[in-house]
């Protein structure tokens, strides 16, 4: 008998992004990519309403209540910007334990998660039986709940925008 084993969870659930109310600014080129992006070490490029913090965080507890998990924060929060084939090398997210991805706006799924073991898989030459790459469905209007270890980057993107942030277990 097959057992899967060491999974990664991996959420997909629709929210209503002008409900989060971010407010974001001073964009610039950033990550290696040079895509276009608020994030900032200070967290000062956006902000959040109250009503838009307790959106997005009950939004994303609806996810993790699944395994247990009753009581987040929000590490930090920004957009980033996909214009003419821009992209985002391959990342994962110290530090927090959970990453979510708001899709505001999209033409065709762009995100690419890879297998935790995918270097092991690929030494091995195991990639054509044991897959490296997961690319989630999602829509405009979906957001994604993944493990902060996950590493994942963002394909040749054009005309979309996505709400990025870290979520801290309390």
Partial sequence: MKHNIFSSPLWIEEIEPEKIELS???FQKTFASKTISSISKSGDN???TKEGLNYLLSKILFCLKEIKINKIELGNIWRNIYQENNFQEIHFHSGPQFCFIVYEKLNTPQTVFL????????EKLLSEYIPIEFIPIV?????????AYLKHYVQNANNSMTISGNINIL
């Fill in 115 to 122: 297998n935790p073991s995918f270097d092991l898989i690929q």
């Fill in 24 to 26: 974001s600014s001073n």
């Fill in 46 to 48: 956006n902000t959040l």
């Fill in 139 to 147: 829509k405009e209007k979906d957001m994604i709940v993944f493990p």
